[in-house]
Structures are given as C-alpha cells and as structure tokens.
C-alpha cells in the first residue's frame, strides 16, 4: 500500500492508495498515524476514497489511530468512504465515534470551522 502524505490549510491529509485496508497492510496505516501524532500533528485527515474493503484489521488500525489523536488531544477525520466501507462502519458503530465528511474538501471546512 501507498500512503500518500499532503498538508493542506495545516491539515495532514494520508491518502490511502489500495483497494483493501486488512490485515496485510492495516500495521502500516496505523504505523504511520501514530508517528504523525507522536511528532505533533493535531489535525489528520485519512482519505479513504481508493478502499472499497475493509476488515476488523482495518477498522482497528484506524481506532488506534484515534485514540493517539485523542491522547495528544488531535483530531482524526475521514473521508470518502465508499459504500462498502460505510457500512462496515455503520455495523459496527464507528460512525459514531468518527467524523466522516463525504469529501476531503469538506472534510477540510470542518478543520477550518473548529
């Protein structure tokens, strides 16, 4: 998997670049949130417009994230979400927990408006 890192308006943006987020590569995801909040980061935006899978392994990959967000007192949004990966996350209730913007730009608005 390729992770494709911007900054935008102060926001760090990881673009995910695989079709899957499981098992195989969800460590790598969650590597790379947890060393963006460890180095500072208040504000991350994981786009997830290329995933149209996604596991527990996934899920539990982006939760870790959210709790270095919380714990370094960040934020972690997302973005994109395809259809698929929508309902996993309305099965398991993260739409709860997580801010999900249809879009990076309005994602983006929301960092601007808080």
Known sequence: ???????RNGVTILSLGSERLDAHNSEMV?????RR?????KKVLVDLGAVSFIDSSGLGALVSGFKSAMAGK???SLSGLQA??????????LNR??????TVEEA????AER
Do not use: C, N, W, Y
């Open 1 to 7: 998997m390729t992770i494709t890192v911007t900054e």
């Open 30 to 34: 969650k590597d790379e949130l947890k």
């Open 37 to 41: 909040f460890a180095a500072g980061a």
């Open 74 to 76: 960040g934020r972690l």
């Open 84 to 93: 698929q990966v929508h309902s996993m996350f309305e099965l398991t209730r």
């Open 97 to 102: 927990v997580f801010d999900v913007f249809p």
């Open 108 to 111: 983006l608005s929301s960092f």
